[in-house]
Nanobody
Framework: QVQLVESGGGLVQPGGSLRLSCTAS????????IGWFRQAPGKERAGVSC????????YYADSVKGRFTISRDNAKNTVYLQMNSLKPEDTAVYYC?????????????WGQGTQVTVSS
C-alpha cells in the first residue's frame, strides 16, 4: 500500500502563496496518478487537483482553477501543489493520495495531511 507524506502547509495571509509537497519513501510516484484533497472544518473531504500518470493531464476543482498548479518532479519523487492568491476559504487540511483523476476517487489510506490556514 502506498503511503504518502504531505508537507508545506502553514499560516499565510489572504493573497499569499504556499507550495505543498507530496512524497513517498518506498514507492515511485512517476507511474501513479496523484490527487490533492482538502477537508475544511465541518465539511467533507473534497478533491482539489489531480495529475494523471499516463499523459500528465491535470485536473482542478472550479474553486481553485487559475490559482493552484499541480506538478511533478520525478527526480525528487515529489508531487507539488503550488497555491497562489490564497483565500480564507482555502483553509483546510490538505492530503495527497493516489486517485482516479477523472472521478476524483482516492485510493489507499490517508496520511496525516498538512494544515493550511489563510488568515489576516
Amino acid at each position: 500500500q502506498v503511503q504518502l507524506v504531505e508537507s508545506g502547509g502553514g499560516l499565510v495571509q489572504p493573497g499569499g502563496s504556499l507550495r505543498l509537497s507530496c512524497t513517498a519513501s518506498e514507492f515511485r510516484l512517476d507511474y501513479l496518478p496523484i490527487g490533492w484533497f482538502r477537508q475544511a472544518p465541518g465539511k467533507e473531504r473534497a478533491g482539489v487537483s489531480c495529475i494523471s500518470s499516463s499523459d500528465g493531464s491535470t485536473y482542478y476543482a472550479d474553486s481553485v482553477k487559475g490559482r493552484f498548479t499541480i506538478s511533478r518532479d520525478n527526480a525528487k519523487n515529489t508531487v507539488y501543489l503550488q497555491m497562489n492568491s490564497l483565500k480564507p476559504e482555502d483553509t483546510a487540511v490538505y492530503y495527497c493520495a493516489t486517485a482516479r483523476c477523472s472521478s476524483w476517487t482516492p485510493f489507499g489510506s490517508w496520511g496525516q495531511g498538512t494544515q493550511v490556514t489563510v488568515s489576516s
